[in-house]
């Protein structure tokens, strides 16, 4: 499951996307935009725009991945060659800043060698840590901007600026490209996609607000043309912060930990989606496999990318060209054209089902317009069957909103093993499609599932109850609680 075996908290999610969207783009996009001067916050303003939309797009896509190996094939070398630019980045920053005269295989190396580490412990080991260092890395950031605030010189802010329209829309463009991680939010498998889109469009209010600081700091450091030439300004303004006491001389070294963080939050976020890609394509449980091939596919595309003539250059080109545009156009595409109105005329929306077992017979419904009378049969798969075959239209159950489990079914161990396998087989409903134990399943009426879906949001936000989904059930009874 792309969830490993366990789940992460929407608030670890948060942190994780503040970090990824700040990793590259904090390196990058100040120089890419400086000579626009002023006019930068307009470019990072509509960037972040850019983002909260796809955001939007992203988060309403159906897992139509699972089923094509093809487009996984292809989304695996996408997160690969990302990967092998991300470190990169990576190592090229732990050069220029540190260790100059280190050779770049050995470095890159170490972090992929340290990577793997990292994925072999699974997402949630690396959120938790996460979760940890977010305030100890964040709150020394702020604190180096702020010392930052004293030399800046409000003559720079003088210099004039020319409105060129291209320039503001493709700086925007500069600064949506460097949040491509928000594209692997359609690995999210059981999670609820409101409060995903609410956790990580925190991240990116954030993430907007710390570099439109950012931004504002170096441009009143360097100027406009200073800053268009300094390879990493937030690193080289570090290294201009001066702090009393000879332990602070090097201070951009100490604040690299900043950028360490956040590119190896987002290099590992890439990589850990890519094997995951790896295991569902060869359909192959062999986890440390799929870490070694990753990693050997991305430390030579990394090394490709540094020691090819032009390579690198020409990667980047064909990323914003055409990589990232055509991630665009795939989003737009599954969004707009996952149901054709021929489809829609053909499909009923279940918004709740009901199953329970009753003197040996399994009992099963759909709750539509009005419930569906419940049938039964001797097994799981059969009772759905015969369920959906005497509906008029195909029942698609992508926007189920609760499963109601009857506590026949539920006290009764084979049985519900027998649920769980059939969960996990079929595929047929969401892993977030909320789930409740009742005495009676067929207590329902007329959109029962919007009301039922209501109700629990709502006694989870008054009562903090902590709603359980399909994808919890199979993922607890998995690991044996």
């Known amino acids: 499951m792309f969830a490993e075996n366990g789940k992460i908290s929407y608030r670890q999610l948060r942190r994780l996307y503040v970090f990824n969207l700040l990793g590259v783009g904090t390196l990058v996009i100040p120089t ?41 094939l292809v989304i695996y070398v996408y997160e690969v060659l990302l990967g092998a630019f991300l470190a990169w980045v990576f190592v090229d920053l732990i050069r220029y ?9 050995v470095v ?11 994925l072999s412990g699974g997402v949630e080991c690396r959120a938790r840590t996460y979760e940890i260092v977010f305030w100890f890395i964040l709150v020394p950031l702020a604190l180096m901007m702020a010392f930052a605030l004293k030399d800046m010189h409000l003559k720079y802010f003088e210099i004039h600026d020319e409105m060129n329209i291209k320039d503001i829309l493709y700086g925007a463009y ?17 999670y609820d996609s409101k409060r995903i889109k609410r956790s990580v469009g925190f991240s990116i209010i954030t993430a907007y607000l710390i570099m439109m600081l950012l931004y504002a700091v170096l441009l009143g450091n360097f100027g406009k043309y200073a800053l268009a030439e300094i390879k990493y300004p937030a690193v080289v303004l570090m290294s201009n912060v001066s702090i009393k006491g000879s332990f ?30 790896l295991e569902r394509i060869t359909q192959k449980r062999s986890k440390k496999a799929h870490i070694a091939v990753t990693i050997a596919l991305t430390f030579a595309a990394a090394v490709i990318m540094e020691y090819g003539d032009g ?24 969004l707009v054209g996952g149901c054709s109105a021929v489809e829609l005329e053909e499909r009923c929306f279940p918004m709740l089902a009901g199953i329970d077992k009753k003197d040996g017979q399994y009992e099963f419904y759909y709750s539509i317009d009005n419930a ?6 001797d097994g799981i798969e059969e009772a759905v069957n015969e369920c959906e075959s005497g509906l008029s239209k195909t029942a698609d159950t992508n926007h189920l909103k609760v499963l109601l489990i009857g506590n026949g079914l539920y ?6 093993a027998k649920l769980i396998q059939y969960l996990k087989d079929s595929s047929k409903f969401p892993r977030n499609t909320y789930v409740c134990a009742v005495d009676d399943i067929n207590k329902t009426f007329e959109n029962m599932g919007d009301y039922y879906e209501q109700l629990l949001e709502k006694q989870e936000r008054e009562e903090g109850l902590c709603l359980t989904t399909v994808g919890d059930i199979m993922d607890e009874y998995t690991n044996g609680l």
């Open 32 to 72: 890419e935009i400086a000579l626009l001067g002023k006019y930068g916050f307009v470019a990072i303003t509509l960037g972040f725009v850019m983002e909260v939309l796809f955001l939007a797009a992203v988060s309403k896509i159906k897992k139509w991945y699972l089923k094509s190996k093809t487009a996984g």
């Open 97 to 105: 800043s540190l260790i100059p005269d280190e050779w770049f295989a």
């Open 108 to 118: 890159l190396i170490v972090i992929l060698f340290i990577s793997a580490y990292a």
């Open 174 to 190: 500069v600064v949506f490209a460097t949040s491509t991680s928000l594209f692997n939010i359609i690995f999210l498998e059981g």
């Open 248 to 277: 602070f001389k090097r201070t951009d070294a100490l604040m690299l930990a900043v950028w360490f963080f956040t590119l190896f939050s987002i290099l590992n976020m890439t990589l850990f989606y890519g094997m995951e890609l």
């Open 311 to 334: 390579i690198l250059k020409k990667y980047i080109e064909f990323l914003m060209k055409a990589g990232i545009p055509v991630m665009i156009a795939f989003v737009a595409i599954m």
């Open 372 to 377: 569906t009378e419940p049938v039964y049969a």
């Open 411 to 416: 006290d009764d161990k084979n049985s519900y």
